[in-house]
């Protein structure tokens, strides 16, 4: 059972425009978000988080959406620039120790 | 500032050859540490945790194992490789954030 379920698997987008990434989730108590974000041949790193006392985070072109009653969050970077060109998993953890369930991720592909 | 170094980088080995891999993290006293498996093209899939020295909890059965002798030491081994273990081992800390090594690349052929 996929308890962090990511859409699309694959999307490209043309440099300047906007990505979205989204992201749902089955566990009621999970109460922490992070994105992270690889690049091919690398490690992941992460990128952004959001705990469920908000339901935006910003930082730069990177912003969360997070509808807690839905069970859904969204990426959605603006400006794409190929840079940005990584496959993103959204993961979600509760306050148990060990428990961070990443999603399959989305390949982002941003063409100059 | 803390610092996660995996060794080896990567590895091309045998079925049936044994393996061992590790983790050494510094500049954090008492790490939670944890091993993940990452297939080509795949999800990050956690194998083990630790949250002190000495104790070591399965989240998968792959048939590794992991240890932990040091606190700054996490360990992730078999006796017997099987073609399904090919891919990128990687070793994180942290509580709910997850900082991770540069990993370890296994080829089993």
């Known amino acids: 059972q996929q308890q962090v379920r990511q859409s699309p698997q694959s999307l490209t987008v043309w440099e300047g425009e906007t990505a979205i990434l989204n992201c749902s989730y089955e566990d009621s108590t999970f109460d922490y978000f992070p994105w992270y974000w690889q690049f091919p041949r690398e490690s992941p790193a992460l990128l952004i988080a959001?705990?469920?006392?908000?339901n935006k985070k910003e930082d730069g072109r990177f912003t969360i959406f997070f509808n807690k009653r839905e069970k859904k969050l969204s990426l959605h970077i603006t400006d794409s620039q190929p840079g940005d060109s990584a496959t993103y998993f959204c993961a979600a953890g509760a306050q148990v120790v060990g428990q961070l369930t990443f999603g399959r991720g989305t390949r982002l592909q941003v063409y100059a | 500032a803390q610092t996660i170094h995996q060794w080896p980088v990567a590895e091309i080995k045998a079925v049936g050859s044994p393996l061992s891999l590790g983790c050494t993290i510094k500049g954090k006293s008492s790490p939670n540490l944890y091993w993940y498996w990452q297939a080509t093209g795949g999800t990050l899939q956690q194998l083990f945790y630790?949250?002190?020295?000495?104790?070591v909890e399965s989240v998968v059965q792959l048939n590794l194992s992991a240890s932990r002798p040091k606190d700054d030491q996490f360990i992730l081994s078999t006796e017997k490789l099987l073609l399904s273990h090919s891919g990128f081992y990687l070793c994180a800390w942290g509580t709910d954030t997850l900082y991770f090594g540069a990993g370890t690349r296994l080829s089993v052929l």
């Open positions: 959001i705990r469920p006392v908000s």
């Open positions: 630790s949250i002190t020295v000495g104790q």
